[in-house]
């Protein structure tokens, strides 16, 4: 009852139905999206298995922020809308799909003008109608790593930015060296599917 409220105070709504999204390419089993998270005030939906429940609390990490966008300050502006976590995630290896949004007009301004430091590696992609820049960046500092692969579009002047990330400690500084819960290609194949039902309406 307290999970329901807590979804219905922040705009989420949940349909059941189920589609199989084919991912055999991949070398891995479909995945099953059961549910389908709605959020009226953004206009969008997108579409998740089970063990993906939605959140609007953006886990913090050693190399991670929880800003509305890996690349924002975290003390800047912008909502947190949704996040959803690869089932297994932990201390070892993470993984996520956020979505965050900012009205600030700077933000809206730069949103689909990749950093310099990205570039020559920005694409152009189009999911479901809506056209996106799409650009991968990668950070280290000590044992710990994060890799991200975003998304940024434009929405009635908002900035949408969705950010998918792998993120972690290298297992070999544990004694006995430990096993993440899954590899950095598994986790971005889970995402990337899910990525793709992604709808603004």
């Given at each position: 009852?307290?999970?329901?409220?807590?979804?219905?105070?922040?705009?989420?709504?949940?349909?059941?139905?189920?589609?199989?999204?084919?991912?055999?390419?991949?070398?891995?089993?479909?995945?099953?999206?059961?549910?389908?998270?709605?959020n009226?005030?953004?206009?969008f939906?997108?579409?998740y298995?089970?063990?993906?429940?939605p959140?609007?609390?953006?886990?913090?990490?050693?190399?991670?922020?929880?800003?509305?966008?890996?690349l924002?300050?975290?003390?800047?502006?912008?909502?947190k809308?949704?996040?959803f976590?690869?089932s297994?995630s932990?201390?070892?290896?993470?993984?996520?799909?956020?979505?965050?949004?900012?009205r600030?007009?700077?933000?809206?301004?730069?949103?689909?003008?990749?950093?310099?430091?990205?570039?020559?590696?920005?694409?152009?992609?189009?999911?479901?109608?809506?056209?996106?820049?799409d650009?991968?960046?990668?950070d280290?500092?000590?044992?710990?790593?994060n890799?991200?692969?975003?998304?940024?579009?434009?929405?009635?002047n908002?900035?949408?930015?969705?950010?998918?990330?792998?993120?972690?400690?290298?297992?070999?500084?544990?004694?006995?060296?430990?096993?993440?819960?899954?590899?950095?290609?598994y986790?971005?194949?889970?995402?990337?599917?899910?990525?793709?039902?992604?709808?603004?309406h």
């Amino acid at each position: 009852m307290k999970k329901l409220i807590i979804l219905l105070a922040t705009s989420f709504f949940l349909i059941s139905g189920c589609t199989v999204i084919n991912n055999q390419k991949d070398g891995l089993p479909p995945i099953k999206t059961a549910n389908t998270y709605i959020n009226d005030q953004y206009n969008f939906s997108i579409q998740y298995p089970d063990d993906l429940a939605p959140t609007s609390t953006f886990q913090v990490s050693y190399i991670v922020s929880d800003a509305w966008s890996l690349l924002a300050s975290p003390t800047g502006t912008g909502d947190k809308i949704v996040a959803f976590v690869v089932s297994g995630s932990n201390n070892i290896t993470s993984a996520e799909l956020r979505i965050g949004a900012n009205r600030d007009q700077t933000e809206v301004s730069k949103c689909t003008k990749a950093p310099d430091f990205v570039i020559p590696n920005v694409k152009n992609v189009t999911i479901n109608g809506t056209n996106f820049i799409d650009f991968e960046w990668n950070d280290a500092a000590m044992s710990h790593y994060n890799f991200v692969r975003a998304y940024r579009t434009v929405k009635n002047n908002v900035c949408i930015a969705v950010e998918l990330f792998v993120a972690g400690t290298n297992p070999q500084v544990y004694d006995p060296p430990a096993t993440p819960p899954f590899t950095q290609d598994y986790a971005f194949a889970q995402l990337e599917k899910i990525l793709q039902t992604l709808t603004f309406h």
